[in-house]
């Protein structure tokens, strides 16, 4: 099984923590050169010398905020001019939580500007290099809401849902050019977001957040979270010649939580 990555270049969006950082690891470690993106350029230069480069690659990074789509669209269109992306991973934090119907009209706005607008500037600017190159993979890390709306994240699961329904029209159509598009769905991982969620079904079930955290975990026919890296490996192999003929899917990394096929 050919999961080779050597000179093939890599975008990793979201990628100074959590579920990017460790796919940054990852795709670096299967010999691909990669760029960072993430907003706050002192962990980018932190995670820049973490990564590894044992194939000789020369990794990079640039700053952009995703509330700011014209700042991304500005850097994303000088960093294509200098090479080809064979690999796009689109990974945004995701919208705070709360019930829906509570939620104020710009916080969707405010989403989807960052999810599905921002997804839609660097498919755009990636896309020509990859029918170039006769190979792409722009693989969307998203949330098992996509399947099982998640209690208390009435934006995020909003905004998921568009992010899938707009990642698997793009394969539909991208697919004839040796360009893939995928979606991988964590389930409770241990992360930042992780913490804020558990903090949230704490206050919401009248729990410390010990209990919570353990309640979440009876949830999971693995009994656990998962780490960053369980969900990085998934997108490692969709990013690889060995998933080249599995394109428009949304696959679950959650322990077996999600009820639905």
Known sequence: MNLDLTDKNALVCGSTAGIGKATAIQLAKLGATVTLVAR??????????????????????FVADFTNPQQL???????????????????????KGGPIFSARTDEFEKAFSMHVVCNQILAQALVPGMKEADYGRIINIISTSVKQ????????????????SWSKTLANELGQFGITVNNVLPGFTATDRLDDIVGNAAKRMNKTEKEAS???????????FAQPGEIANAVAFLASEAASYI?????????????SL
């Open 214 to 224: 353990e309640f979440m975990k009876s949830l999971v026919p693995a009994r656990r």
């Open 149 to 164: 709306p998640i209690d208390g994240l009435g934006v995020s699961n909003t905004i998921r849902g568009a992010v899938a």
């Open 73 to 95: 669209k500005d850097k994303v269109e000088v960093a294509v001019s200098n090479k080809i992306f064979h690999i796009l991973v689109n990974n945004t934090g995701g919208p």
């Open 247 to 259: 394109n428009g899917i949304n696959l679950p990394v959650d322990g077996g939580r999600t009820k």
């Open 40 to 61: 706050d350029e002192a962990k980018l230069k932190e995670t820049l010398i973490e990564l590894p480069f044992e194939k000789g690659q020369k990794h990079n990074y």
